[in-house]
């Protein structure tokens, strides 16, 4: 499974990381923005985990932006 991980605060998003590394069947890409991630993220993403509370775009703006193209577990 691919998994993208869209978290600002440092300190969760390697939390995230380290938490789901556990599980050799993710494929883990992590990114500090929205931004960054609407540039990189492709169609064999399967799953995103996104905070809400982001600088730029926020969490519900990136949602929005992906167009309904995959599933999203959202983080408050």
């Known amino acids: 499974m691919n998994l993208v ?7 969760m998003r ?4 380290i938490a789901l590394a556990e599980y050799e069947e ?3 890409k992590s990114y500090k923005s929205a ?3 609407l540039k990189k993220i492709d ?5 995103i985990i996104t ?4 600088p730029g775009i926020d ?5 929005k932006a992906c167009e309904n ?3 999203f577990i959202i983080m408050t």
């Open 43 to 47: 169609e064999n993403t399967d799953l």
């Open 14 to 17: 390697k939390s995230l990381e």
């Open 35 to 37: 931004t960054e991630a």
């Open 69 to 71: 193209k995959y599933d």
């Open 51 to 54: 905070d809400i509370n982001m």
């Open 26 to 28: 993710f494929n883990i």
């Open 5 to 11: 991980i869209v978290e600002d605060d440092i300190n």
């Open 59 to 63: 969490g519900i703006e990136f949602v």
